[in-house]
Structure formats: C-alpha cells, structure tokens
C-alpha cells in the first residue's frame, strides 16, 4: 500500500514534469512564431525604400525638361541665319537692276532661232534649220551641219532667219561653208514684215572659203527681227552652204 502511494506520487511527478515540459515547448513556439511577424515588417520597410527611388527618379526627368529648353534657343539661332539670307537676296535684285540699264546701248549678237528657205537638199541634213543657232561646220566643205539648196545652179534661191530680241541692226553676219561668193541682197525684217535691203552685189568668185560675209548695217530706224539672204548660183555653179547667220545689234536706242 505504501509502495503503491508511492508509485501514486511518482506518476504525479511524472505528469508534472510532462506538463511542465508541454509548458515551455508551447512557449518556445509562440516566440518563433513571433520571430517571423518581425521579419515580415522588415521586408515593408524594404518596400517603403523602393518608394523613394521612384521619387528620385522624377527629378532627373525634370533635369532632362532643361535640356529641351536649351535645344530651343538653338532654333531660335538657326531662324536669325535665314533672316541673314534675305538680305543677301536683296542684295541681288539690285545688280539685276543695274544689268537692265546696262543693255542700253549696247550691242547684242543674236544667233537665229527659226530658219525657212526657197527649197533644202535634204531634211535634217542641209535643212533650213541648220543654220540656226551658233557655227557648228568646222572647216570649208559639202556639210550636212549647213543649210543647202536642193539644187546647186539656180538663179535664185533665198534663207529666211528670225531672232528673240528685235534690235536696231548694226551688223550682219553670215557664215559661208562651202562654195562662197552667190549671195547678191541681204535684207532685215521688221516685225510688220516690211523688207528693207541693207546690202547688195553680184556674185563674187574669188571668195575665200569659209568665209565670214560681214555687212555693216546702217540707218535703220526701227527694230527688226529677222533677215533674208538671197542667193545666185549660176555663175559659180556650186551650192553656197551657209553654216549660221548672226544679228548684231541695239535692243534700246
Ligand atoms: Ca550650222
């Protein structure tokens, strides 16, 4: 009886022990648990620091604002280059201005730029139309790059050349390439069409050939803007080419 009270307070003890044991397991727990919360307030900190970057990171958006108020002025020099342009425009107008006075009195030397005739050996070879514009035959000959009548003995053939600019006819002259001397009248036109002979001779066989047949014009009065040249060619018997006729004279009194 007395070893079984014993035992009584053993298992007692015992259960104690255990209770006691169940006790402070149950308390390390609690502070574990506990342990963690605070972890997880640190990380929100972490987060609130986060925060802040962003903060600054507006202000450098706003140090880049300056930047394009800086690429404005620069704009702003580029439109005073243009307006240094206009006056060196300006500056040009003027030496137009004095060029147009300058053609008083002055003489302009035409190349034609229409041309017919009485007939043509070929077209475009030995065409009227080869005696437009600026000599282009290089040395006496039978060219293609001449006017040419169809056929190379008779009496009477004639070149009609019109130009840009009428003018006061000083001079004219008139590019023989081939069989030179048949040319006998010379006449300017006006823009009524009114033909006024400036020259006249009969033909000339000792011509050198090519040959420049230079005619001084005087005395005409009013403008004029073509010129008729006409031709015998049966006393050489030969076609006399002409490369090119060119109109001196005054556009302004
Ligand atoms: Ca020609």
Redesign the pocket.
Same mark, same amino acid.
Do not use: F, L, R, V
């Given at each position: 009886m007395k070893s079984s009270r014993f035992l009584l307070v053993g298992l007692i003890v015992l259960l104690a022990m255990a209770a006691l044991a169940c006790s402070l397991v149950g308390d390390d727990t609690t502070p574990a648990v506990t342990d963690e919360v605070p972890a997880v307030t640190e990380e929100v900190p972490a987060v609130t620091e986060e925060a802040p970057v962003v903060t600054e990171e507006t202000p450098a958006a706003t140090e880049e604002a300056p930047v394009v108020t800086e690429e404005t002025p620069a704009a702003t020099e580029e439109t005073s280059v243009v307006t240094e342009e206009t006056p060196a425009a300006t500056e040009e107008t003027p030496a137009a201005t004095t060029e147009v006075p300058a053609l008083q009195g002055q003489f302009l030397e035409q190349w034609a730029v229409t041309a017919t005739a009485s007939s043509e050996y070929g077209n475009p070879d030995w065409a009227a139309i080869? @005696?437009?514009?600026a000599?282009? !035959?290089q040395e006496c000959g039978d060219f293609v !790059? @001449?006017?040419a009548s169809s056929t190379s003995s008779s009496p009477y053939e004639w070149l009609e050349l019109r130009y840009a600019i009428p003018v006061f006819p000083d001079q004219i002259r008139i590019?023989e390439t081939y069989s030179p001397g048949s040319i006998i009248r010379v006449e300017v036109i006006t823009p009524v069409s009114d033909y006024i002979a400036v020259w006249e001779d009969g033909p000339r066989t000792d011509e050198d050939c090519p040959h420049v047949l230079t005619i001084p014009v005087e005395g005409i009065e009013e403008r004029v803007f073509g010129v008729r040249i006409t031709l015998d060619q049966s006393i050489i018997q030969s076609w006399n080419e002409i490369? @090119?006729v060119q109109l001196v004279g005054r556009a302004f009194e």
């Open positions: 080869q @005696a437009i514009g000599p282009n !035959t !790059t @001449a006017w590019y490369d @090119a």
